[in-house]
T-cell receptor, first 114, second 115 residues
């Protein structure tokens, strides 16, 4: 079946460091890929998405490219801030019947120190 | 505008109480979802409504009872819950079909504590 694998956390970085959070997937067909972010005490926010191979999603300085050849969707940011501290979830859409269901990675907690 | 509104934000209830969580969206989405999330884990799907009809029930205990009164509203009725049901309950919505139909938008969640 479809699955998503994320790097284990927590990831601890200093402010202004470069960030990469790895995400790989297995899927049949052509799923869409997502990164969601959850700030402390809050719900889930869509951070970015990509719907087909070679698409790049970007938002708030974060980027991720849908790589079909390596089945990856790694999240990157050039210079992180303390406010980026959160849990990041990689997910893919798995179309079931007429609905869209999400297959989730385990989540990666990111801690940014000033 | 990608807003899903949930109330209440926090709820404490006893094991014999009956309470409800409410969710509203005005994005014209025809799919609505309830998820349960425990402590930094990914959310677990509970129910899916498509066109106001229950289409998926992920073997959720009957003490959780969903209701979709119309295309904008989704409720989750709670009765005789257990302490292990304490969690963050997330409502979400999405379009059905189309090129952007598979983006699921979440609300801020309702933090439920069962005592």
């Amino acid at each position: 079946g479809n699955s998503v694998t994320q790097m284990e956390g927590p990831v601890t970085l200093s402010e202004e460091a470069f960030l990469t959070i790895n995400c790989t997937y297995t899927a049949t067909g052509y799923p869409s890929l997502f990164w969601y972010v959850q700030y402390p005490g809050e719900g889930l926010q869509l951070l970015l998405k990509a719907t087909k191979a070679d698409d790049k999603g970007s938002n708030k300085g974060f980027e991720a490219t849908y790589r079909k050849e390596t089945t990856s969707f790694h999240l990157e940011k050039g210079s992180v801030q303390v406010s980026d501290s959160a849990v990041y979830f990689c997910a893919l859409s798995d179309r079931g019947d007429s609905n869209y269901q999400l297959i989730w990675g385990a989540g990666t907690k990111l801690i940014i120190k000033p | 505008d990608t807003e899903v509104t949930q109330t209440p934000k926090h709820l404490v209830m006893g094991m014999t109480n009956k309470k409800s969580l409410k969710c509203e969206q005005h994005m014209g989405h025809r799919a609505m979802y309830w998820y349960k999330q425990k402590a930094k884990k990914p959310p677990e799907l509970m129910f899916v409504y498509s066109y106001e009809k229950l289409s998926i029930n992920e073997s959720v205990p009957s003490r959780f009872s969903p209701e979709c009164p119309n295309s904008s509203l989704l409720n989750l009725h709670l009765h005789a819950l257990q302490p292990e049901d304490s969690a963050l309950y997330l409502c979400a919505s999405s379009r059905l079909g189309g090129s952007s139909g598979n983006t699921i938008y979440f609300g801020e969640g309702s933090w439920l504590t069962v005592v």
